[in-house]
C-alpha cells in the first residue's frame, strides 16, 4: 500500500483533505498576491505540485480515512481554493517526516521564493534551535547561509516588539535593525532613534551614524555640568532634532543634526524666529517710536493748538 507513494510521481489530492502545516513559518499573507495567484491558477492551473504526506486515521464505523498534511505550498494551496479548485497536483512523501523536517522544508521552499519576511525567519530559526537543538551553523546549512547571517537573524527577536512590529510591516528595512540593535542596552536612546527613523526616514547609513553617536556621547556627557546638559536638552526640544553641546577648556561648540534641506529650513526658521522674539522684548523706544506715540495721543493736539495760539499772541510782536 504504501509503495505506491514512494518516489516522486505527483497525485491528484483533494484539497479539502489537505491540512496546513503546523510548522509554516510564513504568518502573513499578502491578500492582492493571492488573488493574482488564484486567477493565474485558475487560467492556467497549478503549474508546480504541493509537497504533502499521507496519514491514515481509523475511524470507528467509517473504516480508514486517508488525509494529508501539508509539507510545502500554502500559497498554491490557498490561491487554488480562492479560484475554486476541487483537487490539485501533489508530491506525496514517503514514511513519516520528523517535525523538524515538516519546518525545515517550510523553511527553505520560502527563503528560497524570498517569501518570508525577516521576523518570521527569525522565529522559524528561533524554533529550529529551541525545539529541535540545531546550532547556528547547522542551520545556516540547511538552509544555504552563514552561522553569521543565521546569528544576525536571531538577534532582532531581540528588539522591542514595537519595533518587531514595524520590520514586519517594512516601516523600517532589515538594515536598520543594526543601529537598532547597537543601543540593546540603552533602551531611552533605542527608542529616540526609532522614532527619528520612522519621522525622518532616515537612511540605514544615517540611523549607524547616530547610533555611533549615541555611544560617543554617554562618554561625553561626564564632562557636562547639569546646566549644560539642560540646556542642551531645551535645544534638541526646540528645533525638533538632536543638539549637541562639547565643552572645551575654553569655550566649546554647538552642533545641530539636519537630515535635509527642509530640515535645515526649518531650523533656520525657529532661530530666526527666536531670534525675532528676543529683538522685541528687548529693543528701547526710539525718538522716532517716541514721536509716533505722541502723535497717536490725543492730548499733544490740543498742546499744538495752544502753541499756535502763543504764536499769534500779541506778546510775540514787537514794534
Do not use: C
Amino acid at each position: 500500500m504504501q509503495s505506491q507513494y514512494q518516489g516522486d510521481s505527483i497525485f491528484w489530492v483533494e484539497v479539502d483533505r489537505i491540512k496546513p502545516n503546523p510548522f509554516q513559518p510564513r504568518k502573513t499573507f499578502d491578500e492582492a498576491a493571492l488573488l493574482s495567484l488564484s486567477e493565474s491558477i485558475r487560467q492556467y492551473g497549478v503549474l508546480q505540485p504541493l509537497t504533502v504526506t499521507r496519514k491514515e486515521i481509523e475511524r470507528p464505523e467509517e473504516g480508514i480515512y486517508v488525509e494529508y498534511e501539508l509539507i510545502a505550498g500554502e500559497r498554491r494551496l490557498r490561491a487554488a481554493k480562492l479560484a475554486g479548485l476541487l483537487q490539485v497536483p501533489a508530491v506525496i512523501r514517503t514514511g513519516e517526516d520528523s517535525d523538524r523536517m515538516k519546518l525545515e522544508l517550510a523553511i527553505i521552499e520560502n527563503l528560497q521564493r524570498e517569501d518570508l519576511n525577516v521576523i518570521d525567519r527569525a522565529v522559524a530559526f528561533d524554533r529550529l534551535a529551541k525545539e529541535f537543538g540545531l546550532k547556528h551553523i547547522e542551520i545556516g546549512k540547511r538552509v544555504g547561509k552563514s552561522r553569521e547571517y543565521v546569528s544576525n537573524t536571531l538577534r532582532i527577536l531581540l528588539l522591542p516588539q514595537e519595533m518587531r512590529d514595524a520590520l514586519a510591516a517594512g516601516e523600517i528595512s532589515e538594515g536598520h535593525t543594526r543601529p537598532l540593535l547597537m543601543l540593546i542596552d540603552r533602551t531611552e536612546e533605542q527608542k529616540v532613534l526609532f522614532k527619528e527613523i520612522l519621522a525622518k526616514r532616515l537612511t540605514v547609513r544615517d540611523s549607524e551614524q547616530l547610533a555611533r553617536r549615541v555611544a560617543i556621547e554617554r562618554v561625553r556627557k561626564t564632562d557636562l555640568t547639569p546646566e549644560l546638559l539642560l540646556l542642551e536638552r531645551e535645544l534638541t526640544e526646540q528645533l525638533g532634532t538632536r543638539v549637541r553641546i562639547e565643552k572645551k577648556d575654553q569655550g566649546g561648540k554647538v552642533l545641530i543634526d539636519f537630515f535635509s534641506v527642509e530640515d535645515l529650513a526649518h531650523i533656520r526658521a525657529m532661530l530666526s524666529r527666536e531670534r525675532a522674539a528676543k529683538t522685541d522684548e528687548q529693543t528701547p523706544i526710539t525718538k522716532d517710536v517716541a514721536d509716533v506715540a505722541v502723535a497717536s495721543d490725543p492730548k499733544p493736539a490740543s498742546t499744538q493748538e495752544k502753541q499756535e495760539e502763543d504764536l499769534y499772541s500779541i506778546n510775540n510782536f514787537s514794534l
